[in-house]
Nanobody, 126 residues
Framework: QVQLVESGGGLVQPGGSLRLSCAFS????????IGWFRQAPGKERERISC????????YYADSVEGRFTMSRDNAGNPVYLQLNSLKPDDTAVYYC???????????????????WGQGTQVTVSS
């Protein structure tokens, strides 16, 4: 049973930083893609980053490139999303998602994710 649990959200001032965590169970990153999405009120869900299962390539949306960093520690669990230089427009619910298994080399940016966490709220405001 695939489960994902996000944590680390909160209220931060513009220019500040947060680190989100996604603890997961029921699958291995060897065969599953994992990613971060966000959804702001009244807006569509946005894919912001993902790590591919086979080659561990990491992808970022243009809106967060250079400010956000997705990573995993040596144990592979949890995965993190470091949010730096935060702006009010970054305010959203942030979701961790996974999909798989994949036994061939396919990049995570082109697939639909089937498994989702409950989300964690990030609010950027002075």
């Amino acid at each position: 049973q695939v489960q994902l649990v996000e944590s680390g959200g909160g209220l931060v001032q513009p220019g500040g930083s947060l680190r989100l965590s996604c603890a997961f169970s029921g699958f291995s990153l060897t065969y599953y893609h994992i990613g971060w999405f966000r959804q702001a009120p009244g807006k569509e869900r946005e894919r912001i980053s993902c790590i591919s299962s086979k080659n561990r390539s990491t992808y970022y949306a243009d809106s967060v490139e250079g400010r956000f960093t997705m990573s995993r520690d040596n144990a592979g669990n949890p995965v993190y999303l470091q949010l730096n230089s935060l702006k009010p427009d970054d305010t959203a619910v942030y979701y961790c998602a996974a999909d798989g298994p994949y036994y061939s080399d396919r990049d995570c940016w082109s697939i639909e994710f089937d498994y989702w966490g409950q989300g964690t709220q990030v609010t950027v405001s002075s």
